[in-house]
């Protein structure tokens, strides 16, 4: 009699823990599928997209500095796995010389300063919060050189999570490109740029966020605060902007690869003015001021 009352609670334990599995999968499956598919406001602005051999150049430079040719998106913006964590998940950035055309002008910059698509759902894994700050005229120019692309195959589009991506979607530590624009700061694109520290503002805002954070402060055990270049001189951090190589000769890993293939499309003087501005924060303190 004692036995099988003990199975009967062993039956209804295992049932019972099975039903609470059963929810908590259901809920976080929904909950996940709610981060993915909610409808996200965002204003379509109207965007001059020059159509000059001049602009189309500022177009593909700015393109490679903020990684959307020979970037993320792969070297001719064809796309490519971004992604592959079979305990995470599994995303291609988009190839971009097949979607761009399905979008207007107004719907590109919705996606790129508010990470919002054109079906009002959210980018993933865009910086959405650092091309916030393009201004108008790098804004069009890039949509420019990036319509001029011819269409080209790439890999097959793919975004799927397992159950713990969708955990972090669902407790927001997979922030995702809409969520993390903050639109109440001020678009540093569209502030004055007549001195050297203002224009490179301009430049860090629209360059280093991705790997050091919107305010620039970097990511603990991560990337570290760009108050780093108070170490360097001007001859060393210009050596890192242009082939990759840090302070000491040291490869720096991913701020090296950036120095050998996003940065060398900076002038000479957008490097001088980087630095100055960088150079600002060591006595006025962190954040993008």
């Known amino acids: ?48 997209v020059p159509a000059d051999a001049a602009a189309r150049e500022q177009g593909r430079l700015r393109a490679r500095l903020v990684g959307c040719y020979n970037g993320c998106h792969g070297p001719e913006a064809e796309g490519k796995t971004w992604v592959d964590e079979p305990g995470l998940a599994h995303i291609t950035a988009p190839n971009l010389t097949r979607l761009i055309p399905q979008y207007t002008d107004a719907e590109l910059a919705r996606l790129l ?6 079906d009002g ?29 011819p269409a080209r195959e790439g890999p097959k589009r793919e975004r799927t999570f397992s159950w713990k991506g969708r955990l972090e979607l669902l407790i927001g530590e997979w922030p995702t490109s ?21 224009r490179g503002r301009y430049i860090a805002m629209i360059t280093c966020p991705e790997c050091h954070g919107p305010d620039l402060e970097g990511y603990p055990g991560d990337t570290p605060p760009l ?57 006025t303190g962190p954040g993008p001021r």
């Open 113 to 118: 300063r508010y990470g919002v698509r054109r």
């Open 227 to 283: 108050l780093i270049v108070a170490a360097y001189s001007f001859e060393e951090f210009t050596t890192l902007m242009r082939t990759g190589v840090a302070k000491g000769g040291r490869d720096a890993g991913l701020m090296s690869y950036i120095g050998r293939t996003r940065t060398p499309t900076l002038t000479d003087q957008e490097v001088a003015d980087l630095y100055a501005f960088l150079r600002s924060r060591v006595t």
């Open 178 to 198: 809409a969520g993390d624009v903050d639109r109440s700061r001020q678009r540093v694109g569209a502030q004055p740029a007549t001195t050297s520290t203002e």
């Open 1 to 48: 009699m004692r036995a099988h009352f003990w199975r009967r609670a062993a039956a209804w334990t295992a049932g019972g823990l099975l039903a609470v599995a059963v929810v908590a999968a259901g809920v976080l499956f929904l909950g996940s599928e709610y981060v993915l598919r909610r409808h996200h406001e965002a204003p379509l602005e109207a965007v001059r």
């Open 121 to 149: 759902t959210t980018a993933i894994d865009m910086p959405s919060y650092m091309f916030y700050h393009l201004s108008e005229g790098d804004l069009g120019a890039l949509i420019a050189f990036m319509r001029s692309l």
